[in-house]
């Protein structure tokens, strides 16, 4: 069994080194959970990626890279022409923007193949995915792995990671967002980014629409202000975190992410997990980049 299989893009990073250099990694939303739900659990633990990559020499680094910090790459595809996508980073007092070049990655071709999906899904224990996992796919793909998660045994959690830039409109990004929801068992949304394209009005507003959608273990993230978590319909106020100024936000969502997730595998309830997940989160974001090395991690679960 795969303890924790996170399914989605992983593309080659640049960010700025200084005159002009550019320094090369390997990130993406749902391999930077992975990393962290890596860096958190049990050695006896196991974490998977699923996606396509290509056969050239930059995928074979990134199956190496992801190999190289015990993260299971038996699930990866090798697609026979495409290769991954890049984006670059660019910085301005802490916050980010991206330029992408993805139009064409292997990565698009993720669902292609049903019964791989079915495969890989069956010996699952919990699958992770985000709403750009869903936007990289055509209609038609993103409904086929909807539907092989739905068929899974697997617990599903879900970060909606709203992306309007990916999505043909608004309403698009809303029907599939929504979609993905209903076959999920865990949400992780983002309280700003569903205010501003749901119109919610308050961290509960997040909640009930995703707990009404079907998901039974929501959690509002919002911005290391106070959250809400929402069990069976229940909601649970969640305090908010210490707050300090960021070095870089890359990648501090989805290491909250990797930190709750890790913890509740390991049998954490949500208050305690969602502490997990903002400790990991600060450490994240006074560093540079998306991903911290693994012997530089202090796992917030175990304090070690």
């Not at 699958?127 to 409904?143: M, N, V």
């Not at 045994?153 to 970060?159: E, L, N, T």
């Not at 909640?207 to 911005?223: F, I, L, Q, S």
Request: one cysteine or more.
């Amino acid at each position: 069994m795969t303890d924790f299989l996170s399914v989605g893009e992983c593309m080659v990073e640049l960010s700025g080194a200084g005159d002009g250099l550019w320094r090369q990694a390997f990130a993406g939303d749902t391999f930077n959970t992975a990393w962290y739900v890596r860096a958190c659990a049990p050695s006896d633990r196991s974490v998977g990626y699923l996606t396509s990559v290509g056969r050239d020499a930059i995928s074979d680094a990134m199956v190496s890279f992801m190999d190289s910090a015990g993260v299971d790459t038996r699930w990866i595809s090798r697609h026979p022409t495409r290769a991954p996508g890049l984006y670059m980073i660019d910085l301005k007092d802490g916050e980010r923007s991206f330029t992408y070049w993805r139009d064409a990655s292997a990565a698009r071709t993720l669902a292609d193949d049903p019964d791989h999906l079915a495969r890989s899904f069956a010996q699952a224990r919990m699958i992770y995915f985000s709403g750009i996992t869903l936007a990289i796919l055509t209609p038609e793909r993103r409904q086929v792995l909807l539907d092989a998660m739905k068929a899974s045994p697997a617990q599903v959690a879900f970060d909606p990671n709203l992306r309007p830039r990916l999505w043909a409109s608004g309403d698009e990004m809303r029907d599939w967002i929504m979609r993905g929801a209903a076959v999920s068992d865990i949400a992780l949304p983002s309280h700003d980014d569903e205010a501003a394209h749901f119109g919610d009005a308050d961290v509960e507003a997040t909640a009930r629409r995703y707990a009404d959608a079907g998901v039974t273990e929501v959690v509002v993230k919002n911005g290391g202000g106070p959250m809400l978590a929402m069990a069976g319909g229940v909601p649970q106020p969640l305090p908010g975190g210490s707050r300090q100024t960021p070095v870089d936000t890359t990648g501090a969502g989805d290491s909250y992410n990797g930190g709750y997730l890790a913890a509740r595998l390991a049998g954490a309830d949500m208050t305690r997990a969602a502490r997990c997940g903002h400790e990991m989160a600060l450490q994240v974001i006074a560093t540079r980049g998306a991903l911290l090395p693994m012997d530089r991690i202090r796992n917030p679960y175990t304090g070690e």
